[in-house]
Nanobody
């Protein structure tokens, strides 16, 4: 079993910053790709960013230049530093991890439950 727990969300004014965390726990040998997604009620889930096992990063065009994804392998924790926040960044942010529980064998996809980010003046 692998659990993902997000934290760091909250209420922030436009132009402000937040740092989200996604902590993985359980039976973990290594973590491959980790992703951030966001969801607004009534709208499609949007992929936000990913970081690979090698540390390569990719970002959605909607957030590129304003967010930075990173991770601490020792802590099995991923971060999303969000700057210059806009009203349209308001959403439930949740993470996904592709986890290797053993040195060999299939990986497992784990999902968190999310942390709410609200950008409002």
């Amino acid at each position: 079993q692998v659990q993902l727990v997000e934290s760091g969300g909250g209420l922030v004014q436009p132009g402000g910053s937040l740092r989200l965390s996604c902590a993985a726990s359980g039976t973990i040998y290594s973590i491959n790709t980790m992703d951030w997604f966001r969801q607004v009620p009534g709208k499609r889930t949007e992929w936000v960013a990913e970081i690979t096992g090698n540390g390569d990063t990719n970002y959605a065009d909607s957030v590129k230049g304003r967010v930075t994804i990173s991770k601490d392998n020792a802590q099995n924790t991923m971060y999303l530093q969000m700057n210059s926040l806009k009203l349209e960044d308001t959403a439930l942010y949740y993470c996904k991890a592709d986890v290797q529980q053993r040195e060999r064998g299939p990986s497992l996809l784990a999902w968190g439950r999310g942390t709410q980010v609200t950008v409002s003046s």
